[in-house]
Each structure stands twice: as C-alpha cells, then as structure tokens.
C-alpha cells in the first residue's frame, strides 16, 4: 500500500512511500494534498515498487495539478522507474531527466 506523507528537510515536499501497481486500489489513493503554491515536490525515493499503472497515475496527478495551475516535480526516482518511464516515453512528460 502506498503512503504520502509530508515532510520538510531544506524545502517542503511530499514523500510516497510504498508500492505503486497495478495490485494496489489506486482510486483510494489518496490526493495530494496543495498547498497554496505553483509548484509541489514529490519524492519518490521510498517507492519500493512501480509498474505502468503506477507511471500512469504519477501522469494523472501531473495532469490534474496542472489544470489548477500548480507544476509538479517528481524527484529521486530509483533507476528502475527512470527506466521504466523512458521505456514507455512518459520520462518527458513526468519531468525526468
């Protein structure tokens, strides 16, 4: 099950943690949450496992925020999701480098 949880290390982000699959019910998966910014940072670095529906909710997210004017950053991202974006050409969309 995946968790979001907010943190604050030198900036505020928000942090998933957990699983991101198919096997997950990701219609509870809870929104995140906006503060009044133009942009939110969200870490990736404790998501333990990612699959393409994972990949296409992180797009949905995207997508929606940017429909209220806020940008999205997804950072520290393991090599296996950064590959597996780059493999089904969502890497751009999502940010990543």
């Known amino acids: 099950m995946i968790k979001l949880e907010e943190k604050q290390n030198n900036h505020h982000f928000w942090q998933l943690n957990g699983e ?17 910014q133009a942009q939110v940072d969200v870490s990736l670095a404790d998501v333990t496992k990612i699959d393409t529906a994972g990949l296409a909710y992180l797009l949905k997210l995207k ?16 090599d296996s999701f950064i590959n597996l974006a780059k493999l089904c050409g969502v890497d751009e969309l999502l940010g990543i480098n």
Do not use: Q
Not at 63 to 78: C, E, V
């Open 63 to 78: 997508i929606t925020l940017a429909d209220k004017g806020i940008l999205i950053r997804y950072f520290n991202g393991s």
């Open 20 to 36: 991101l699959t198919r096997f997950d019910d990701l219609s509870k998966f809870p929104e995140l949450p906006c503060p009044d």
